[in-house]
């Protein structure tokens, strides 16, 4: 059994990132080009036009930077190494793509075939996006390139370090994608945490961690918005939803009935039907049943009480009717 490097859960057998990891990283490589933009265009403005507050008031003598000097780095040349420890600083999106878009084009194995018949397996040159070399040409190589990086352990270091990115690239423009609560609980867990979030294939327990695609969402929503129909509309206590937990975990069931009146300190309990088809009316203390029920002794004579049915036919908590 495959294992997702990201969450350690099952994934189908050769595979190292489960369905709801791969749509992850599919969604921030489809995100990163427009964030880079967004860097862009709110951060390296023109000298000529200052962001309102820049100017005055500081009390400084020296001039402020006129750009963020993260967003310098981020968007800046330089050079990532990817399997390398040092992950942790600012690093330039497009040096960090190119990286990991060369470091799969390395990897990627290119077979061919000698005039012999035999097959070599080699590092295939032509994988490297030579003409790509924008951030938004190194993110549609790599999520082309997804499923290969899929079937090996080291997609988890590409989950890290993209989401890291991600994240410190949202800091700086505050734009995140909305998420999207689902009105079905999990189909695995019954947690009520199914969430779609813009960008992303599928919809995603953030209970458990199962994933759906819309088709599989679609079809189980239908199914329980069926069921729960079904069930409120009809009228059996034990069918509807429950009104409390404390109702859910009492199993005893409830019967009305009725004091028909008091003979010495017990009441004369009878079914609450028509006379004719009455039983024998049944004693209890009416002390008991007046204190349960929270009313005077005096008072029961011709009330209507609920009481639960016991095992053995025996009536218990009376409440007023
Ligand atoms: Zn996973
Ligand atoms: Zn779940």
Same mark, same amino acid.
């Given at each position: 059994?495959?294992?997702?490097?990201?969450?350690?859960?099952?994934?189908?057998?050769?595979?190292?990132?489960?369905?709801?990891?791969?749509?992850?990283?599919?969604?921030?490589?489809?995100?990163?080009?427009?964030?880079?933009?967004?860097?862009?265009?709110?951060?390296?403005?023109?000298?000529?036009?200052?962001?309102?507050?820049?100017?005055?008031?500081?009390?400084?003598?020296?001039?402020?930077?006129?750009?963020?000097?993260?967003?310098? $780095?981020?968007? #800046?040349?330089?050079?990532?190494?990817?399997?390398?420890? @040092?992950?942790?600083?600012?690093?330039?999106?497009?040096?960090?793509?190119?990286?990991?878009? #060369?470091?799969?084009?390395?990897?990627?194995?290119?077979?061919?075939?000698?005039?012999? #018949?035999?097959?070599?397996?080699?590092?295939?040159?032509?994988?490297?996006?030579?003409?790509?070399?924008?951030?938004?040409?190194?993110?549609?190589?790599?999520?082309?390139?997804?499923?290969?990086?899929?079937?090996?352990?080291?997609?988890?270091?590409?989950?890290?370090?993209?989401?890291?990115?991600? @994240?410190?690239?949202?800091?700086?423009?505050?734009?995140?994608?909305?998420?999207?609560?689902?009105?079905?609980?999990?189909?695995?867990?019954?947690?009520?945490?199914?969430?779609?979030?813009?960008?992303?294939?599928?919809?995603?327990? @953030?209970?458990?961690?199962?994933?759906?695609?819309?088709?599989?969402?679609?079809?189980?929503?239908?199914?329980?918005?069926?069921?729960?129909?079904? $069930?409120?509309? @009809?009228?059996?206590?034990?069918?509807?939803?429950?009104? $409390?937990?404390?109702?859910?975990?009492?199993?005893?069931?409830?019967?009305?009935?009725?004091?028909?009146?008091?003979?010495?300190?017990?009441?004369?309990?009878?079914?609450?039907?028509?006379?004719?088809?009455?039983?024998?009316?049944?004693?209890?203390?009416?002390?008991?049943?007046?204190?349960?029920?929270?009313?005077?002794?005096?008072?029961?004579?011709?009330?209507?009480? $609920?009481?639960?049915? #016991?095992?053995?036919?025996?009536?218990?908590?009376?409440?007023?009717?």
């Amino acid at each position: 059994m495959s294992m997702c490097a990201i969450c350690r859960r099952a994934t189908e057998a050769g595979l190292h990132a489960c369905p709801r990891h791969t749509a992850e990283l599919r969604a921030w490589l489809a995100e990163l080009p427009g964030q880079a933009r967004l860097l862009e265009a709110e951060f390296l403005a023109p000298a000529s036009a200052p962001a309102q507050g820049r100017i005055g008031g500081t009390g400084r003598a020296t001039a402020p930077v006129p750009v963020d000097l993260r967003v310098v $780095t981020l968007l #800046g040349p330089g050079h990532a190494d990817v399997l390398g420890a @040092d992950d942790d600083g600012t690093v330039p999106i497009r040096a960090w793509l190119g990286a990991w878009a #060369g470091y799969l084009a390395y990897t990627y194995p290119a077979v061919t075939r000698d005039p012999y #018949g035999t097959a070599h397996v080699q590092p295939c040159d032509q994988a490297w996006p030579r003409h790509h070399e924008t951030i938004t040409g190194y993110c549609v190589w790599l999520t082309r390139y997804l499923p290969y990086a899929a079937a090996h352990p080291w997609v988890g270091d590409l989950h890290r370090q993209l989401e890291a990115l991600i @994240d410190r690239v949202r800091d700086l423009t505050h734009a995140v994608p909305h998420r999207h609560p689902q009105g079905a609980p999990c189909p695995r867990c019954q947690a009520f945490a199914l969430v779609a979030v813009d960008g992303q294939l599928g919809i995603t327990c @953030d209970s458990c961690g199962h994933h759906l695609d819309i088709d599989t969402y679609a079809a189980h929503a239908e199914a329980f918005l069926h069921t729960h129909q079904t $069930t409120a509309g @009809d009228a059996t206590p034990a069918a509807a939803p429950p009104h $409390t937990a404390h109702e859910r975990t009492n199993p005893m069931p409830r019967v009305t009935v009725r004091v028909l009146l008091l003979l010495g300190d017990q009441a004369e309990i009878v079914a609450d039907v028509p006379p004719a088809e009455r039983a024998e009316p049944v004693r209890y203390p009416a002390a008991d049943v007046a204190a349960a029920a929270g009313v005077p002794v005096a008072d029961l004579p011709g009330r209507r009480l $609920t009481a639960e049915v #016991g095992d053995d036919d025996q009536l218990s908590g009376w409440r007023v009717a």
